[in-house]
Structures are given as C-alpha cells and as structure tokens.
C-alpha cells in the first residue's frame, strides 16, 4: 500500500491497544479510494495477527447474501469442514459463534452498502458480554451506513492520496523501478495530477501506459483527462477507467468483457476462465505455445493493466483466482451490454422465462424453470450457483431448490451457435431441448451431473474441450460412447467415484487434464495414448493397486499428480516419477514413509500434500542430502507420525525452499522436528487438531526466530483446536458404544476383529414410528422393515478403539429386499471419522445400487449374498493407525429422490478387516 502511513500506524495502534469490549469500527470512502487495501494490510500485519486469536473475511455487494457472508466467515476463522456447504443459515451463525466464543477476534466486513445488511449479521457475532478486546472493522462507501453501525469516535475517512504518493503508486507499474526518462517524467507527472488521487484510476491509467511506451500515446491520454477537468469528480473517474478500456488491443477487450459474466465481487478461477476464452475464439494459437499458455500471457497483460487483481496465488506462484474492482465489473458488464453481448438475469421467484435479447452470452442466477428463448446467437450460457445465492428462508430449502431443478423445463429456439454450456450452478434433472443436438459448435461443456449427456450427444460435438462433470446426486449412468473419439478434447474433468473410464483406442494429443484413470488401465500402452497430460488423477484401488505407478515415466510432460488410495499399500521407484511433476498428492495409500525418498529426489516438486493416511508408520527419517529442492509447501494430514528427524548422515538440510508447512491430525506428533529451527525460509506453520506440546515447540522456534531475524521475516505459527492428552482422554470417555456382537475375540476381550451393529444400535429417522417402519425378528435379530418414507438414512457408529490397529476395514450394510421394493435402486453411502472433518473430502460419497440388476454400464457398487441368505453392500472403508482415531461413521441415504421409498429390511453393519 502506497501512502496513507500516519494513518495506517495511528489506526493500528488503536486496533491494539484498545481493552474494551467488542466495537465496531469503519472505513469510508468513495469506491477505488483504497478502502480494501487499508483493511487488507491491516489483517496481514505481523502484529495484529499476533494480537488477536481469530481473524475472518468477508465481502458483501450490493446484491446482498446473508449465506454467503456467512460461508466466508466461517472458512476464514475455522478449520474447513465438508458438511459446512449443507448447513442452513442458523447452523452457519451458530458456527461462527462457536468458532469466535472465548476468542479474542478480529473480523473485516468489506464493501457493506445497506443499514439492513448489517443488521443481518451483527447478531452473529458473539456479545460484548462473551468477549473483550475484539474488534469488527467495516468498509463502506455510504456515510449513513457508517455512522448506523459504529460509534462516531469509531468512524474513519480515508483521504484522496497527495501528489506525491499518487507519484510513487504510478511509478510502481513500471518494470523494474526503472526511472522514466525526462520527457515521459514530465507528461506523467501532469497524468497523475488529474487523477485526483484516487488509487484506482492511478493505477488503472500506469497500467495502459506501461503498456504503451509511445510520447504520442502518453500526451494524448494527458490531454483527454484535461478535457474533463470540468465534470464532477465521479465523472471524471468514470472516463477515466473507460479510457484504459478503449485503449485495450482487440483480443484484450474481448477478454475483459467475458469477465462481466461473473457476479460482482467473485473470486474466479484463472483455469476456468482461460478454457472460456478458448471456448470461444479469443486466444488466439502462438509458435511454441499451447493455447493455455497464451491464455495465462492475455491475463497477466490485464493484470499487469490493473483491470483485474490477483485473489489467490499457488504454491506455484501461478495465479489461482483473481478478482474485479467493483467499479471496473460495473464498467465491464456496462460496456458489454451496450455492445449487445451480454445478457445478465438474476433470480427471480416470479418470472420463469428469460430472454437473452439477441445477446452472445447469458449469465443466470435463477432458481427455477428454465424457458429460454431468442438464443439464435447466444454462444455461451453460464448458469452460477443457485444454492450460494438462496436466502435458506425455508427449513427445508436443500429440498425446495431440488424440486425446483427436478420440475424445470429448458427450451429454446435454437443453440445451434452455442460453444459454452456451464449448468454446474444448476441441479438440474429437467428436460432439454431438442435442438440441443445441434450443438456442433460447442466447445465447454460443464454439468451437475451426467445426467443431461443422454440429451446432448456428446460423441457428435467434435470440436468439444472441455467436458466437467461435478460431484452427482442424480444416478449417473456411463459415460457416453465416442467420448475417446473427440480429437480436440482437451479437459476431461469427472467425479471419480460415480464414472467410469474407458481406456482410449487411439492417441488424445490435445488432452491436458484427465481426471481419473483407473489402477488397471495405468498400462504402458493406455498412457502412450496421452502423451501430453499435464495433469492427472488415479485411483489405486484394490489389491492390483500396488504397482500402479509403474509407467508413468511414460507421460514426460506430466506437472500434477493426484493418487486417490483404497487402504491398499502401493509400492514407488525411483524410476517412476516423470521429472517435470512439480505437485503431487496422495491419499489413502498407505506407503511406509521411506518411500518419500522417491519424491525428494524430484528436482522440481514444489508441492506435496499427504492425506490419510497416505503413509503409514511413526518415523520418518529424512536420508536423503539436500532432498526436496524446490519444495514450497508440504501438507501432512491424517498420519500417526511420531517422529521426524534427519538421518545421521545427512548433513545438508531437506527442503531448503520449503515455505509453508501444514500439520492436520498429526496428534502423535509431540515436538517441531529439530531441524526446522534453522530453516530460515519458512514462513508459516499451521497446526491444527494437533497436540498441545507440539504448539508450545513451535511457538518457541517462533519466538527464537522473531530474535534473531526481526519482526518481518521471523517465522509465523497458526494453530487449531489444539489438544493436549486430557482432551483426547475426556473425549474419548465420553464416547457410548452402540449395542454390537464381536467375531473371532482374541486374547485382549476388548479388542474385536469383526463388529456388528445390530439394527436397534443404528440411526434410522422415525424408527419407531410405525407409520414408516416396523420391527421383527428374523434368524435370531431383530430387524427393522421399512414400509414407506420419503428420507431414508441409516448410520452406525462404532469407537475404533474396539478394533486393530495398523488394519483396513470395511463396512457392510446388511439388508434384504422385500419382492415389491419400491425406489430403493440407487442410493448412496460414506465412511468417515467423525472428529476429522476434513477427512470427508478424502473418504467421498459413492453411488450404491440396492435392487437394481448387475451391470457394467453402472458406475457405483452392488450388492453380493451371503452365505446366511442375507445381502451386503459396502458402505466404505477405513483405516486404524497405532493412534487412536475416536469414532468413525458409517451412512446410507438417498435423500434428493422425495418418491417413496419401502420394502428394505435392515439386520444391521457389519465391520470386518478389507
């Protein structure tokens, strides 16, 4: 941040020092007058992270969302749930709360433009009564708004900057600092006196003449801003911005427009995007350049022009999400609406038809019926998130919107110029139109679920990319045939669990991004077939896994790999890991930890993340020098590492890049590992769900660096939900086991190598309502049948404790089916640890089959009988390490579907070593 540093130390100093109970605070200003900016550098400074136990972030917008404030603060201030997205509203405060209550906090509330917003979720926050010392900052161009939330000793203008600091922000843009020479010098100075000190503008117009290294071209854009001297100063800003529009090359303008598709203050993906623009003609190819790649220089340009900003980077340092200024969206979307491209609809209870007027593209935020209409030359349709823009008034809203995407209707007149279809916003099971068949033109193609491709006829789209198909709540069925003889497919993107792969007959040379093959078809000859993947996803499932690594030397431009394990050991060499990988990820996979060796000696890793227990085992000794070159950021979640040392004959250091290091249910691990103490490029540390003593170590190496390297470089250390050995105790304690029969006891009676849950131990809504279920006896059991119900849920939960340990386990359902079962054809089924919330991701949701007849086509499990003339289905598996987990959860449901389900008879779950 340029300029504006009495205020910004005085500001902090207030921020810290106060000893008052929870205010409100707040910045106000015109837009682009560096509101956010202020508020930004505030929460990333070293010492008011310190200061305060809890930080969180949100971005309103005019269009207001209550849920979606909610959602960012929650993920800023806790550790990241996978049940948070399925929560309503009132769960969500309450969270919040939870996560804030015994904290002191520090929360940003930015870009707030009515008194009702606020009053909307003030009450989210815990009292004055429950905290002391937090503090809520707001950012807010209305002054009646500032002076409705915060007291008037509390209430901030943030000032135009000076000549000189206007001078020292424009000269930023320039590569390299270097000085511009005497005649540019003097135009310039004139340029930024008409800037009025506004930020935006300052850096919008360094942005276009940075571009535009020309006398001529400087002295016109001086003489233009003279020509507004004037307009009032809104004006004068207006044109401003619209100049570095004007100014932009045409492939440029084309690009900048696109983004006006997007909602207003969204963070948006650079992958996504960048397929967009491809998808529709605007990148055009270069020598030696992927499309992609020139797709990353067109947006670095915007960036560089400041039109865009940087949300997110990687560990990469690649740009991850970027943003728009609200007033340089406005600007966007204005523009391309005057030129007749876009067409923007947002929700709307009461109206169903939407027209695109003869637009190119159409951007919906609509729950309900789709009839378009007038799409003869709309080219791209762009459907966001229907769920994120709801206001979850009704209790049972998840339903509300199903019912609404169940009951929708699609027509239109013609899509035979469509090349974007985005429905992932859309739970859509409705029906399509017939002139769908004509999208021969389509290039992007991204859905809810695979449902739709028995309407859209894949195989005949030979110019398609790009094919998404999200997470599938609907019954998937196959993947459609031609799929491999799409020669321009570029992006193959499916849920892993519910669609099977085909292995391609002949070479993909365009496809970049495949997710995922299975173990068995990671064959010498299938990945010769891809041989230009830059990324990919497999998964090592069952005992053939082992060695499903072996060919990937094949794919010499592979950069990210993503390994999803089943709880069956894989085996590494050395010989296996293309050189290029600059990001792998591996899950379930159950390596011991020498095996690491094998990545540590790839020279341009620069990411690794361990999951669940990807490796297996309580010491991990570091043997090989100067192992991890590039290495930036290293995640290790879910593992029962105890201990973390060099090897005695190491004596350079691993990891000599490493900047940041994430600790997640690491519980054994008691101690920072000696040799991060002198590791001076580390950054961060975070902790979460780890034990006590382990924080305490590393909030003394915290401390010995802010000694020896200052303030700014010393290394930072997060923690969450920290625990120490009385935690864990009490928790575990406290835990009821369910009624269960045990197998095959050993010695130690408490230690069972198969469990059984019986029916009455389970969680079964209305159970005992005998409208819905009813129970008998049945060989010694006694049972539960269902006779009707719309929801049906079953889940059992069992302490690990009961069990092995360093063993794989499965969950069977076990179950028989009455002759007139009605709709119990697919449901679905989880595994998980109930006191790891992230470890849901990584134990995902998969698609059951209870009545329906065997088929190959299907994607997802079926049922096999038992020997006790019972049936099974596995509900999933899990892993016990040398640690104790606590409990694990084990779930059936098909919820969406609202016809009546009967005819299931329930004996119960049974556990039993994989």
């Not at 509101?35 to 930080?55: G, P």
């Not at 309103?60 to 993920?75: P, T």
């Not at 340009?301 to 940087?310: E, Q």
């Not at 008034?393 to 899509?415: E, G, H, I, P, V």
């Amino acid at each position: 941040m340029v300029g504006q540093v009495k205020e910004f130390e005085e500001f902090k100093e207030k921020l810290l020092s106060s000893n008052k109970q929870l205010q409100v605070m707040s910045f106000v200003g015109m837009g682009g007058i560096g509101k956010t900016t202020f508020a930004r550098k505030l929460a990333n400074d070293s010492a008011v992270k310190r200061h305060f136990d809890r930080c969180g972030w949100a971005t309103m917008s005019q269009e207001h969302n209550k849920r979606h404030v909610l959602l960012q603060l929650c993920r800023s201030v806790m550790p990241m749930r996978d049940d948070i997205n399925t929560m309503n509203d009132g769960e969500l405060a309450a969270q919040l709360r939870k996560g804030l209550l015994g904290h002191r906090y520090l929360i940003i509330v930015d870009d707030i433009w009515t008194e009702g917003a606020w009053d909307d979720v003030k009450g989210c926050f815990p009292s004055e009564d429950e905290n002391t010392g937090s503090q809520i900052l707001l950012t807010t161009r209305l002054k009646e708004v500032s002076n409705y939330a915060a007291s008037s000793d509390n209430l901030h203008d943030i000032r135009f900057l000076n000549f000189e600091e206007s001078w020292d922000l424009f000269c930023q843009k320039f590569l390299s600092g270097q000085s511009l020479n005497k005649e540019f010098e003097t135009i310039g100075r004139e340029i930024v006196k008409r800037c009025g000190g506004l930020p935006l503008t300052v850096v919008v117009v360094a942005g276009h003449l940075s571009a535009n290294m020309a006398v001529d071209e400087w002295k016109s854009v001086e003489s233009m801003l003279n020509s507004l001297v004037n307009l009032d100063l809104s004006e004068q800003f207006s044109r401003i911005l619209s100049l570095s529009y004007k100014n932009l090359p045409c492939h440029l303008k084309s690009c900048f427009l696109y983004l006006g598709v997007f909602p207003e203050d969204g963070e948006i993906g650079i992958k996504k995007v960048i397929r967009l623009w491809i998808a529709e003609g605007f990148v055009k190819e270069e020598s030696e350049k992927t499309l992609e790649e020139s797709g990353e220089d067109y947006l670095q340009d915007l960036i560089n022009r400041s039109l865009i900003m940087v949300s997110e980077r990687n560990s990469n340092g690649k740009v991850e999400t970027c943003k728009m200024h609200d007033l340089l969206h406005e600007l966007c979307a204005s523009k391309a609406k005057t030129e007749k491209l876009l067409c923007s609809r947002v929700r709307s209870e009461n109206s169903y038809f939407v027209q695109s007027d003869g637009n190119r593209w159409l951007s919906l935020k609509i729950a309900g019926s789709l009839c378009l209409t007038d799409l003869e030359k709309s080219r791209s349709i762009l459907c966001f998130d229907m769920r994120k823009w709801n206001d979850r008034k009704w209790d049972d809203s998840d339903w509300y919107l199903n019912s609404l995407a169940s009951s929708s209707q699609m027509t239109a007149d013609s899509f035979k110029m469509l090349r974007v279809l985005d429905l992932t916003g859309l739970d859509y099971k409705g029906s399509i139109p017939s002139d769908i068949i004509d999208v021969v033109l389509l290039r992007y193609l991204a859905l809810a679920s695979n449902w739709l491709l028995t309407s859209i006829p894949v195989s005949r789209n030979r110019n398609l990319q790009t094919l998404v198909i999200s997470e599938d709540f609907n019954g998937v069925r196959k993947l459609p045939d031609g799929m491999w003889e799409l020669a321009q497919l570029r992006h193959l993107q499916l849920y892993h669990q519910l669609i099977p792969m085909y292995t391609p007959e002949v070479a993909q040379l365009n496809l970049q991004t495949m997710y995922w093959l299975q173990c068995v078809q990671c064959t010498k000859q299938v990945l010769l077939r891809i041989p230009n993947v830059k990324e990919l996803g497999i998964i090592a499932q069952g005992c053939r896994s082992h060695r499903c690594l072996d060919n990937l030397n094949c794919l010499n431009k592979l950069e990210k790999l993503k390994v999803e394990g089943t709880y069956c050991p894989i085996q590494l060499q050395s010989c296996t890991f293309p050189q290029n990988l600059k990001e792998i990820t591996f899950a379930k996979t159950l390596m011991p930890w020498e095996a690491m060796n094998v990545m540590s000696m790839l020279p341009k890793l620069e990411v690794l993340k361990l999951k669940n227990h990807a490796c297996v085992g309580q010491d991990w000794e570091l043997s090989v020098e100067k192992g991890f070159p590039e290495l930036k950021l290293l995640i290790i979640s879910v593992m029962d590492l105890k201990h973390w040392e060099l090897g005695d004959d190491v004596d350079d250091h691993p990891f000599p890049k490493l900047e940041r290091l994430v600790l997640r249910n690491c519980f054994e691990l008691k101690e920072m590992p000696s040799w991060i103490e002198n590791h001076s490029n580390l950054k961060s540390v975070q902790l979460e769900h780890c034990h006590a003593s382990l924080v305490t170590s590393a909030r003394m190496i915290e401390e010995d660096q802010r000694q020896l390297y200052g303030e700014e470089f010393a290394l930072e250390i997060l923690d969450f939900h920290t625990l120490s050995d009385e935690d864990q105790h009490s928790t575990l304690t406290q835990i009821s086991l369910p009624l269960c029969h045990s197998f095959a006891e050993e010695n130690d009676e408490d230690i069972k190598t198969s469990v059984f849950l019986e029916a009455r131990s389970l969680y079964i809504p209305h159970a005992n309502n005998p409208r819905y279920w009813s129970w008998t006896r049945d060989s010694g059991h006694k049972v539960a049948v269902l006779l009707g119900v719309c929801w049906l849920e079953i889940k059992g939960k069992l302490e690990t404790r009961l069990l092995h340990k360093i063993t794989s386990y499965s969950a069977y359902l076990i179950f028989k089916l009455k002759p007139k079962a009605q709709c119990l054809d697919t449901t679905f089924t989880s595994v998980r640890y109930i006191k790891d919330k992230r470890s849901y991701n990584e134990n995902r949701r998969c698609q059951v089959f209870l009545a329906k007849r065997r088929s190959y086509e299907d994607p997802g499990r079926f049922p096999n009988r038992r020997h006790d003339g019972w049936m099974e289905i596995k509900l999933g598996d899990f892993y016990i390490s040398s640690i104790n987990e606590g409990e694990v959860e084990m779930r059936l449901w098909s919820t969406k579907n609202r016809n009546w389900k009967s005819g299931l008879i329930v004996k119960g779950i049974e556990v039993r070593p994989s």
